[in-house]
């Protein structure tokens, strides 16, 4: 596989509330309700791109952070296991907006970070799904493809489509059509029972996304799937990651190929823990060869592999909160509950 080209910052969107998973969401962000026994739902993402080589990573979270905030600097200190880069909570500043209303709002308001770290190209990530994604073939297909935006889509229910981005792409994958939520969502045409969604992993040439985002402000425009890509799509290239091409090592025969779930309602969330149970799941939550991080196994087999100590695997006790603005360093561990 190829390495990574250039430099990319990755924004993964945790904020998002999760009312349909309530009560469960009562006193969580929905990106850190348990899964599996070990691991929260953010951990995915961040796994999937930490294993990808992509080590630079702002979290934009909102609701009810306390909890995330404690998980992340718990466990995401990359920097203290020896690698270079960062895992960083990032809240609504009260100086530049107040709170994030939409997801392109929430990046619009930290373009200064974007600024500050030059990528070449930005990963915005969603936060509450269960998947294992090899980033890197995403961005080769960005490159391959000359591409300025580039969405992640999968095959998801004609059913279920209408809770999705619903994305028409041609032969090579350019986007010919993107409706946010459709009442009536469109089918494939080759397999009409299903339709081609998109997982809200999104890939954007810098100077793309910020002068996306200056005009969607002006148009007090806040999201990118309702308004963002719809835009996009006729002004610049777009083009859609069909993700049942991502090969990841250590997947079993037995397991889903390009497993990935969308956990937003109670229903769902339980049918993703029948999915990882049993000695034949459909997605595997211990494959050495890509791990789920930080749990304890992965974590301890990580150390073993680098033949390092594990003192960024173990949970660490210091206790004071170091805010940089709103930015919330991985290098301290707790957080005043209530400050949000």
């Known amino acids: 596989m190829m390495a990574l080209p250039k430099k990319i910052l990755a ?35 961040l796994s999937n791109l930490v294993n990808s080589g992509i080590n630079s990573i702002y979290l934009m979270a909102q609701y009810k952070p306390e909890s995330l905030i404690r998980h992340v600097n718990s466990n995401w200190d990359i920097a203290s296991g020896g690698q270079e880069g960062f895992v960083r909570v990032v809240l609504p500043q009260p100086g530049q907006g107040g709170a994030f209303r939409g997801t ?8 200064a970070l974007i600024e500050q770290h030059a990528p070449d190209i930005v990963a915005v990530f969603a936060a509450d799904h269960v998947y294992r994604m090899d980033v890197r073939q995403m961005v080769q297909f960005h490159y391959e493809r000359d591409a300025d935006v ?5 095959q998801v229910p004609i059913e279920l489509a209408s809770s999705f981005g619903v994305i028409t792409a041609g032969h090579k994958g350019e986007v010919l059509d993107f409706q946010e939520k459709p009442e009536a969502p469109i089918g494939i045409p080759s397999c009409p029972e ?3 969604a998109s997982m809200g992993n999104y890939l954007f040439d810098t100077d793309v996304l910020v002068e996306a985002l200056e005009l969607a402000a002006r148009r007090d425009e806040t999201d990118f799937g309702r308004h963002l890509l719809p835009r996009l799509i006729h002004s610049h290239q777009v083009h859609a990651y069909d993700f049942s091409e991502n090969s990841v090592p250590g997947t079993k025969p037995h397991e889903e190929p390009a497993y990935w779930r969308d956990v937003g309602t109670l ?5 993703a823990h029948h999915d990882v149970a049993g000695s034949m799941p459909r997605f595997n939550l211990h494959n050495p060869h890509w791990p789920v991080l930080p749990a304890l196994t992965a ?12 003192h ?6 210091v206790g004071n909160q170091h805010p940089v603005g709103r930015v919330f360093s991985a290098e301290f561990d707790t957080m005043p509950v209530g400050r949000a």
């Not at 580039?150 to 999968?154: D, Q």
């Not at 229903?267 to 049918?271: S, T, V």
């Not at 974590?299 to 594990?310: E, M, Q, T, V």
Request: glycine fraction near 8%.
């Open 150 to 154: 580039t969405v992640a889509a999968t």
């Open 104 to 111: 392109a709002d929430a990046v619009y308001q930290n373009l």
């Open 267 to 271: 229903e769902a969330y339980l049918d």
């Open 11 to 45: 924004i993964v969107l945790a904020g998002g509330e999760g009312s349909r998973l309530r009560p469960l969401t009562l006193s969580h962000a929905k990106p850190a309700l348990p899964f599996g026994g070990n691991f929260r739902l953010v951990d995915f993402v």
């Open 312 to 317: 960024w695997m173990r949970s660490k006790t």
């Open 299 to 310: 974590r301890y087999a990580l150390d073993a592999s680098h033949g390092r100590s594990n």
């Open 194 to 196: 299903r339709a081609f």
